[in-house]
């Protein structure tokens, strides 16, 4: 076996995996982990939303920054739908609206129900439109959330800046059998991870969660863990500013 590293730059956050391949690996720089042999169908299904959901993390903390903006749209008595196939024509077409505007636009749509009132409703991120377009252009209800992501987020009290899993872990987990299709709907130009080649590891390095690789420059370490699959993954993330602190306004009556 051959025990490679391999790192993955996404807006804040890097993530680096160490794994092993074959002895007779021909190309390192481009050798994924194995997948492991699978004993059910389960398992195997297990995994491929394992895969599907860190794909879509790293491809949303490398798409959104503290620039771009989180709504949350719903629907009024006189528009609402109660079926995913009607909700799905309303939310292309305020998908093609926004485009018409905001050509370099850059959007994601996701769709659910709320749980205690079982309406269908839409969470949407995007970088490029104005916070009064995107509630002047929907028409459909209510837009009650048109905020910007924040700047920093608290993991277990950790300030891990402009890291957003939580949030993108919120957003994937909307989907239900009943939607059907894809997750979510993005527009083209979102932005992919940047992944390095793959590196060897040497002989008598050993990595373990207690033993991580040094972070990159202006990095901190946040993470580190033995997959399920069985190769090992480290988070970091940029070392985020201080926050600033709000000035104490004076409150007398002159």
């Given at each position: 076996?051959?025990?490679?590293?391999?790192?993955?730059?996404?807006?804040?956050?890097?993530?680096?995996?160490?794994?092993?391949?074959?002895?007779?690996?021909?190309?390192?720089?481009t050798?994924?982990?194995?997948?492991?042999?699978?004993?059910?169908?389960?398992?195997?299904?297990?995994?491929?939303?394992?895969?599907?959901?860190?794909?879509?993390?790293?491809?949303?903390?490398?798409?959104?920054?503290?620039?771009?903006?989180y709504s949350?749209?719903?629907?009024?008595?006189?528009?609402?739908?109660?079926?995913?196939?009607?909700a799905?024509?309303?939310?292309?077409?305020?998908?093609?609206?926004?485009?018409?505007?905001?050509?370099?636009?850059?959007?994601?749509?996701?769709?659910?129900?709320?749980?205690?009132?079982?309406?269908?409703?839409?969470?949407?991120?995007?970088?490029?439109?104005?916070?009064?377009?995107?509630r002047?252009?929907?028409?459909?209800?209510?837009?009650?959330?048109?905020?910007?992501?924040r700047?920093?987020?608290?993991?277990?009290?950790?300030?891990?800046?402009?890291?957003?899993?939580?949030?993108?872990?919120?957003?994937?987990?909307?989907?239900?059998?009943?939607?059907?299709?894809?997750?979510?709907?993005?527009?083209?130009?979102?932005?992919?991870?940047?992944?390095?080649?793959?590196?060897?590891?040497?002989?008598?390095?050993?990595?373990?969660?207690?033993?991580?690789?040094?972070?990159?420059?202006?990095?901190?370490?946040?993470?580190?863990m033995?997959?399920?699959?069985?190769?090992?993954?480290?988070?970091?993330?940029?070392?985020?500013?201080?926050?600033?602190r709000?000035?104490?306004?004076?409150?007398?009556?002159?």
């Amino acid at each position: 076996m051959r025990r490679l590293k391999r790192r993955i730059f996404a807006g804040a956050i890097c993530e680096q995996i160490v794994y092993n391949v074959g002895d007779n690996t021909k190309n390192i720089k481009t050798a994924e982990p194995r997948p492991p042999r699978f004993k059910t169908e389960e398992e195997r299904r297990k995994h491929k939303e394992y895969i599907s959901r860190r794909n879509h993390n790293l491809r949303f903390n490398a798409t959104f920054s503290p620039a771009s903006i989180y709504s949350t749209l719903t629907f009024d008595n006189e528009h609402e739908v109660h079926t995913f196939e009607e909700a799905k024509k309303i939310r292309d077409a305020y998908f093609r609206r926004l485009r018409r505007h905001y050509q370099e636009a850059v959007i994601w749509i996701y769709m659910g129900r709320g749980k205690s009132t079982s309406r269908i409703h839409f969470h949407m991120v995007s970088d490029g439109i104005p916070a009064e377009e995107i509630r002047a252009l929907w028409g459909y209800g209510s837009v009650i959330d048109t905020k910007n992501l924040r700047a920093h987020n608290y993991y277990d009290g950790v300030d891990h800046g402009a890291d957003y899993t939580a949030l993108a872990n919120y957003l994937y987990d909307h989907w239900t059998p009943e939607i059907g299709g894809h997750r979510w709907k993005a527009t083209r130009n979102s932005r992919k991870p940047e992944v390095e080649d793959a590196t060897e590891v040497a002989d008598r390095t050993v990595y373990t969660p207690e033993k991580p690789p040094k972070p990159p420059k202006g990095y901190q370490l946040v993470d580190a863990m033995i997959t399920p699959y069985g190769y090992l993954r480290f988070r970091y993330v940029v070392v985020p500013d201080k926050p600033k602190r709000r000035k104490k306004t004076d409150r007398r009556i002159s």
